[in-house]
């Protein structure tokens, strides 16, 4: 009964090589949201996708990028991680902006 | 500058007792206001979402209230269990359409002991 899916659910990278993260919804919502938590922090929204206009946060840094190729799939590309980006990376969706978000699991990023 | 505050930060009680998390927000123009679970290691979910006319909503022994005056709502949790041991989020709406954001507060960590 999985609506939101994250893959992989722990993820280890080098400083400075490329991660994608990946996420999926059976719930058909025109909203994903990426957000950034660490440690004791309340998530942090980097992106989201209406359908497919992209609305990139002002102070997400370039280093982040995302793609929705279709409505079921979202992904987080890091282009050079940094030890600073090590969180957990959480995907969300909803049928409209102002509706209940509905979470995934969630993928922890650790950067040696 | 739109903010959402949550108090307390931190809460320990015992299995078995009610408690009250508190969250005040500056936001314009308040579009509605959610209250999220979060367990150690997981995503939020969704407890209630409440818009301006909703004074109360309740799921199970979670009860939300809104004072869209003082701008002002509470999460009661009534009963508690260890399970109940998490992050609670407020959340609050700003703005419609192109111009919506999310306002999250920095949540209250809530220990249930037995």
């Known amino acids: 009964d999985a609506m939101v899916i994250q893959n992989p659910r722990y993820q280890v990278t080098q400083f400075g090589k490329p991660v994608t993260l990946s996420c999926s919804q059976t719930?058909?919502?025109?909203?994903m949201y990426w957000y950034q938590q660490k440690s004791s922090q309340a998530p942090k929204l980097l992106f989201h996708?209406?359908?497919?206009?992209?609305?990139n946060e002002a102070d997400t840094p370039d280093n982040f990028q995302s793609r929705r190729p279709n409505t079921s799939f979202c992904f987080l590309d890091i282009r050079s991680p940094g030890l600073g980006d090590a969180a957990m990376y959480l995907c969300?969706?909803?049928?409209?902006?102002?509706?209940?978000?509905?979470f995934g699991p969630g993928t922890r990023l650790t950067v040696l | 500058k739109n903010q959402v505050e949550q108090s307390p930060q931190s809460l320990i009680i015992l299995e078995g007792k009610n408690c009250t998390l508190q969250?005040?927000?500056?936001?314009?123009?308040?579009?509605?206001l959610r209250w999220y679970k979060q367990d150690t290691g997981r995503g939020p979910v969704s407890l209630t979402i409440?818009?301006?006319?909703?004074n109360t909503k309740s799921n199970g022994r979670y009860t939300a209230t809104l004072d869209a005056d003082t701008k002002q709502s509470s999460l009661h949790i009534t009963a508690s269990q260890l399970s109940d041991s998490a992050s609670y989020i407020c959340?609050?709406?700003?703005?419609?359409?192109?111009?919506?954001?999310?306002?999250f507060g920095s949540g209250t960590r809530l220990l249930v002991r037995p």
């Open positions: 996708y209406y359908d497919k206009d992209f609305n």
């Open positions: 969250c005040n927000y500056t936001v314009s123009p308040f579009s509605n």
């Open positions: 719930l058909n919502h025109n909203v």
């Open positions: 969300a969706t909803s049928r409209d902006q102002l509706d209940t978000q509905y």
């Open positions: 959340v609050v709406s700003a703005g419609m359409d192109s111009s919506y954001k999310l306002i």
């Open positions: 409440m818009t301006f006319s909703e």
